[in-house]
């Protein structure tokens, strides 16, 4: 699989636009016909307490497993957690077991990865690579006779798909969103989806891990860490290029459009000011680059 990448503008899981594939990431369709992305909240999204929410900026790869065993916290207001993951945008891949069209409105497609099966929808006024749908996860939905208008779906069954959805909660269900429908036609795309979400996990695991006695942890808080890592290992505590450094370095594995800096300061607790000086020297010293702007930056 050398070389192989299945994302036609190269992005990856990070800063996913969907601006090519016709998705609405940037709200998305309820029962009430509500748009969810009209916000006050900052440019990264914003919880129902106003702080930041950066992991809804993107894609989380998932297997249907995780999707069924999720769990909301935080309440009606809350977000679906998986593993101690934040479900907000997911993609998914699966085969096709089931095709309903029995619905004059839509198409039900049930999906299987090997690691659980899921029921999606699928509007058949919009038929076309990108589709837009819900469904409740384990939701039967009432069938209808087929009727005047009615699309024949273009997916089949033992067909591969990848699906991007949004996840909300909906009288106290999970709901999947639907965003993109597309067809596999590369199957490299199965395995390589299982791998990013294997990595996903373990580098969203080592991220939120507690400090132990021996933690050089540059997520960490400056409160958090500062005196540990002195009373532990006699070092002195490390230069705030260094710092941002290794916070960048770590964070470049999921956020592969370039780590804002907006999102370097709140985690570790400085001010933007103090961030953009540090930022300064790692690319005077050539150690970082910008990337779409100059608020986001990769490692060399």
């Known amino acids: 699989m050398s070389g192989f990448n299945p994302y036609s503008d190269g992005t990856g899981y990070g800063g996913y636009n969907g601006g090519s594939s016709g998705g609405h990431l940037d709200g998305g369709f309820d029962h009430n016909g509500g748009n969810h992305g ?14 930041p929410n950066y992991a809804r900026q993107f894609i989380v790869p998932v297997t249907i497993k995780m999707l ?16 101690g993951i934040e479900l907000s945008y997911v993609r998914f891949i699966g085969v096709i077991r ?45 069938n209808n006779d087929n009727g005047p208008g009615f699309k024949q779906p273009q997916f089949s069954t033992n067909d591969y798909v990848e699906v991007v959805a949004t996840i909300k909660e909906f009288n106290n269900k999970l709901q999947i969103q639907t965003q993109r429908l597309a067809k596999i036609t590369n199957f490299n795309s ?4 299982l791998l990013n979400v294997a990595k996903h996990f373990f580098v969203t695991k080592n991220a939120s891990a507690p400090n132990s006695a021996n ?23 490390k230069s705030l290029s260094d710092r941002l450094f290794d916070f960048i370095k770590q964070h470049s594995q999921t956020m ?7 999102f370097m ?32 930056y990769l490692p060399l």
């Open 215 to 237: 933690s050089n942890d540059p997520l960490s808080k400056p409160q958090d860490s500062l005196f540990v890592s002195e009373a532990s290992n006699g070092n002195a505590a």
């Open 256 to 262: 592969s459009d370039g780590v804002p800096m907006q």
């Open 68 to 83: 069924n065993e999720a769990t909301l916290e935080g309440g009606h207001d809350g977000n679906y957690f998986s593993h």
């Open 98 to 142: 089931e095709v309903d069209t029995q619905n004059t409105t839509h198409t039900m497609y049930k999906l299987e990865d090997g690691t659980g099966t899921v029921s999606i929808r699928a509007w058949n006024n919009d038929m076309s690579d990108s589709q837009n749908g819900n469904m409740d996860v384990g939701d039967d939905d009432d």
């Open 265 to 296: 300061a709140h985690e570790l607790d400085m001010s933007l000011d103090k961030v953009e000086n540090g930022i300064s020297e790692l690319v005077e010293e050539g150690r970082i680059f910008s990337t779409t702007d100059d608020t986001q």
């Open 190 to 193: 199965v395995p390589y989806h």
């Open 38 to 51: 009209d916000n006050n909240d900052s440019q990264f999204g914003g919880g129902s307490q106003g702080k």
